[in-house]
């Protein structure tokens, strides 16, 4: 294509910007608190080139990993594509050849064979390295001061999974990573590769496992106990990608699953429970042990929420009808053959935040985005689905009281990053991109990085980072303090 095409995945802040930059000392409105000490890392997808089908979507999009630095209250800003094997090559012929999302049946045959992921997803820090991850593939390692691209990371070659999750969990207690990677083979692979790197960065243990269905599974949780892959009916089918289709599609009529195991034990010890039918989570917020019971509090949906994996499905749901809750998932361990039970926990929503002090274990708190049913005017278009979350949610899932931050009227907000505090009792700070319209042209936005007290969300930021910018749409994202980047392997 010659052009971008004007669909929701390239309009408001799915707007390309096709821009790298460094800037100093950006405008602080208020006070930065001493905490914030180090940098706060995005990943940000954005097409270095236009598409070659118009009916891309945001998920293709090229990787880049932006920087929001604080040292001693001022705040400077970088952003750069990460340079992937597919970033290079068509950096190279300056246009598009990789086609549809996830499937190489529709790229320019030039590159067939070549690395199709965008690193676009997740940054990840562990043992003093920065990662982008997308769970297409493996992780690329980027220089955490300068952005610059190290390269593909493998473990030293050991890595045998050729995909890497997106969504990692790091214990707070030993430091183990541990990861997972699906379609571990290969394209429409059954096989889940189970892995576990110590907390100096040395991959430890892989194992694979088959899992009930070819699905899609974004997301996982550890216990103290357990490693947990609830996934759920989002197929995908080799026929379908030849055919030119989508890699993914829906299924209303199959149930979900929870795949439960010990975490430091063997593949074989693994135990499937059947879940409700055809409903759809990306993000867990967290898992813990209570005695032989163990929870699982998850985003859950009533059907997939990308409308071309529903459509694909054949599934014709308008996106505001989709229900939804935070919801807890009990096993019973205790049991020979343990089932499930369900209870809500708080409102429909996504892009949860835990401290990460609190993985694996009880906890009390957490946070995650919505939108406001009292919100003045439309929401702002972009993002994955093509509109933004406009509200702020603090939960308290033992009890279920609920604080919100609400924002100024059409403006949309990015998935929060948690700052622990240093002082004893304090709950420490959030961070999170809040972009705010200037005009009812849905492209012209200013960006602001928010910084807000974590137990008082409610009041609003305590401090504004002024971009000057309209930053495209937000994945995720992660916070990396000043000693360890000062102690980082790459400098």
């Not at 030293?156 to 990861?179: C, M, W, Y």
């Not at 049991?335 to 708080?346: H, M, Q, Y």
Request: glycine share 10%.
């Amino acid at each position: 294509m010659a052009a971008f095409p004007q669909t929701i995945h390239f309009i408001g802040t799915n707007t390309p910007r096709r821009v790298e930059m460094a800037v100093r000392n950006l405008d602080v409105e208020g006070t930065i608190p001493p905490d914030i000490e180090g940098a706060f890392f995005r990943a940000v997808p954005d097409n270095a080139h236009p598409p070659m089908f118009a009916d891309d979507i945001a998920l293709s999009a090229d990787g880049m990993i932006a920087k929001f630095d604080f040292t001693g209250g001022a705040v400077d800003f970088a952003i750069k594509y990460v340079e992937t094997e597919r970033y290079q090559l068509e950096r190279e012929a300056r246009r598009a050849l990789f086609g549809k999302y996830r499937n190489p049946f529709t790229d320019d045959p030039s590159v067939a064979g070549k690395d199709r992921t965008v690193a676009n997803t997740t940054p990840v820090w562990h043992a003093g390295r920065l990662f982008m991850t997308k769970e297409d593939g493996r992780g690329y390692e980027v220089n955490p001061h300068t952005l610059e691209t190290v390269g593909k990371w493998d473990y030293e070659g050991n890595l045998k999974s050729q995909t890497f999750t997106a969504h990692p969990r790091i214990d707070p207690v030993t430091g183990e990573l541990f990861f997972f990677g699906y379609e571990a083979g290969g394209l429409c692979d059954p096989h889940v590769a189970y892995c576990i790197a110590d907390a100096d960065g040395n991959l430890v243990k892989e194992q694979w496992f088959e899992q009930p269905y070819l699905s899609t599974i974004h997301d996982f949780v550890i216990t103290e106990k357990y490693a947990i892959w609830p996934i759920f009916p989002t197929l995908a089918d080799l026929d379908r990608i030849k055919a030119g289709g989508e890699h993914w599609a829906h299924r209303q009529d199959l149930p979900s699953y929870i795949g439960i195991m010990p975490r430091y034990g063997d593949v074989r010890e693994m135990k499937w429970i059947e879940g409700p039918l055809g409903v759809s989570c990306f993000h867990e917020v967290n898992a813990y042990d209570d005695g032989d019971l163990v929870h699982i509090d998850l985003c859950l949906s009533s059907t997939n929420a990308f409308q071309f994996m529903r459509e694909a499905g054949g599934i014709h749901i308008a996106q505001q009808d989709i229900q939804g809750a935070l919801t807890r998932w009990t096993l019973d361990m205790g049991k020979d053959a343990p089932t499930l039970t369900e209870r809500p926990l708080g409102p429909p929503g996504d892009l949860c935040r835990l401290a990460d002090a609190d993985q694996g274990r009880p906890y009390n708190r957490a946070w995650y985005l919505s939108m406001n049913p009292n919100a003045k005017g439309p929401p702002m278009l972009g993002g994955p689905v093509g509109v933004n979350f406009n509200c702020l949610l603090r939960i308290e899932p033992g009890n279920g009281r609920i604080s919100a931050m609400e924002l100024p009227p059409g403006a949309g907000i990015s998935e929060p990053a948690h700052v622990p505090s240093s002082e004893a009792g304090h709950g420490g700070w959030l961070l999170s991109v809040v972009d705010i319209p200037n005009s009812p042209n849905p492209a012209d936005y200013a960006s602001e990085l928010w910084i807000v007290e974590a137990d008082a969300v409610e009041r609003g930021p305590v401090a504004k980072v002024k971009t000057g910018l309209p930053l495209r749409s937000q994945v995720h994202g992660t916070w990396v303090s000043r000693a360890r980047l000062d102690a980082s392997c790459v400098k």
